[in-house]
């Protein structure tokens, strides 16, 4: 009922810098959050960032003042700008909306399909 598809991703050198972009498509009638995540080999997925459907923004501590997440609600679409990239920030991102879905009540969780961003030096 809900399509999420994400872009970007792909290699990018210590320092330098990345967007990811993700796009819902679908039955959907309200969006209650959005949020990047992302999982590193043997690691558990973690939060980077969300939306709130109030408009507020958080970061893990990790990303602050070098990713900026931002959203397009006419296009139900997000991005997430990685700048100053480290090591420890390659993984696969994904983007995670809570939506209503048309003719329902309670937000179900739809995932993208995960981009992989990988750092060198």
């Known amino acids: 009922q809900v399509q999420l598809v994400e872009s970007g991703g792909g290699l990018v050198q210590a320092g330098g810098s990345l967007r990811l972009s993700c796009a819902a498509s679908?039955?959907?009638?309200?969006?209650?959050?959005m949020g990047w995540y992302r999982q590193a080999p043997g690691k558990q997925r973690e939060l980077v960032a969300v939306?709130?459907?109030?408009?507020?923004?958080k970061y893990a501590d990790s990303v602050k003042g070098r990713f900026t997440f931002s959203r397009n609600n006419a296009k139900n679409a997000v991005s997430l700008q990685m700048n100053s990239m480290k090591h420890e920030n390659a993984a696969v991102y994904y983007c995670?909306?809570?939506?209503?879905?048309?003719?329902?009540?309670?937000?179900?969780?739809?995932w993208g399909q995960g981009n992989q961003v990988s750092v060198f030096s």
């Open positions: 679908g039955n959907i009638f309200s969006i209650n959050a």
């Open positions: 995670q909306y809570k939506v209503v879905v048309i003719n329902t009540v309670f937000a179900r969780t739809y």
């Open positions: 939306i709130t459907s109030g408009c507020s923004t």
